[in-house]
């Protein structure tokens, strides 16, 4: 029985970054965005506006994709040590992310309804009304996405020992919080739709084109829904384990193949938070060392925090032809090349 103290090999698995700001400043614009949401209903009942009551009840999705924005990064920081996940909380974000994406792509699925709707039964518009609504909004959202503005900022990972240890990495790497960018498009997204709809409107005003205003909401749909597509495509790889960029690997490969007669065998990637990244990596070689020399071999790749190795000592009459290979030719047989 082993009866040595394992402390020294034992890490914890909190790989998130810091999003207090974020979080801060969500709370503020989803604030914002409830008290102008309250304050056009109410004014849209008492005026009998349309135009009023259907922009409040559009920012209440606004509202319930921030409110999704916060949950996330409460659970996130609440739950970081639960040993349930195997790698920490740094994906909830995502998660949060990809939610507000589809919320995102109802709210363009529904303007495309209902500018269709109003090509084929046109509306009476309250021109003045309608512009002064708009133009509050936009000024709302200019101040929210002044406030969700995602700063990236520059962190060194750090290492916790050997054995099944963490890859210190000493490049600066950007964080991109999928969470903050799912808010900030929901921002985008409202302040599209009052630009387009103040063109629309004094347009129409002015010209007497009425059928603008669809168009124009046509327009802001289609874009919505492209910006929505995008934030599910990023999220979802990285919620599916995808795999990393080719360089990150061609990195690996290359910090590791260059020692000695060392080859990768298999070799796994993928994001434990949108900026950092775990491996899994079985090498095969004439002459193993310990894990923790492959490791240090990788401390210079950006994003790489959580790395394990296996290592196979390369033995028999199959390892002598491998060994007798060039070494490109063993490269790309590993699928790295």
């Known amino acids: 029985m082993h009866h040595h103290d394992l402390q020294p090999w034992r890490h914890g698995h909190d790989f998130r970054e810091d999003r207090s700001r974020a979080e801060r400043n969500t709370r503020i614009v989803m604030l914002l965005t409830a008290v102008t949401m309250v304050a056009e209903i109410v004014a849209g009942s008492v005026y009998g506006s349309m135009a009023l009551l259907a922009d409040g009840w559009h920012m209440a999705t606004h509202v319930a994709a921030f409110g999704i924005t916060i949950v996330a990064y409460r659970y996130e920081r609440r739950h970081a040590a639960d040993p349930r996940f195997s790698f920490g909380t740094g994906k909830v974000g995502v998660l949060g992310g990809y939610t507000s994406a589809v919320a995102l792509g109802v709210v363009a699925a529904l303007m495309a309804l209902e500018s269709l709707e109003r090509f084929v039964l046109p509306q009476a518009i309250q021109f003045d009304e309608a512009i002064a609504v708009a133009a509050i909004g936009l000024l709302v959202n200019v101040i929210s996405a002044l406030l969700l503005r995602d700063h990236h900022h520059n962190h060194h990972a750090h290492a916790h020992g050997t054995g ?174």
């Open 164 to 337: 099944h240890t963490h890859t210190p990495s000493h490049a600066h790497h950007h964080q991109q919080d999928q969470n903050l960018r799912a808010a900030y498009v929901h921002v985008l997204a409202d302040a599209l739709t009052s630009v387009l709809a103040i063109v629309a409107l004094t347009a129409g005003k002015v010209l007497g084109w009425t059928w603008l205003d669809a168009l124009m909401g046509l327009v802001g749909a289609a874009v919505i829904a492209k910006w929505a597509w995008g934030l599910l495509r990023d999220t979802g790889v990285i919620l599916l384990d995808g795999s990393v960029s080719g360089s990150i690997r061609r990195a690996i490969a290359e910090a590791l193949e260059t020692d000695r007669d060392t080859r990768i065998s298999d070799l796994h990637v993928w994001h434990i938070t949108p900026s950092r990244l775990a491996a899994a990596i079985a090498v095969v070689t004439h002459e193993p060392q310990e894990p923790a020399h492959y490791k240090g071999l990788l401390q210079g790749i950006p994003s790489l925090v959580h790395v394990t190795v296996e290592v196979n000592p390369c033995r028999g009459e199959a390892c002598l032809g491998a060994a007798a290979r060039p070494r490109a030719r063993a490269t790309s047989r590993s699928g790295l090349a």
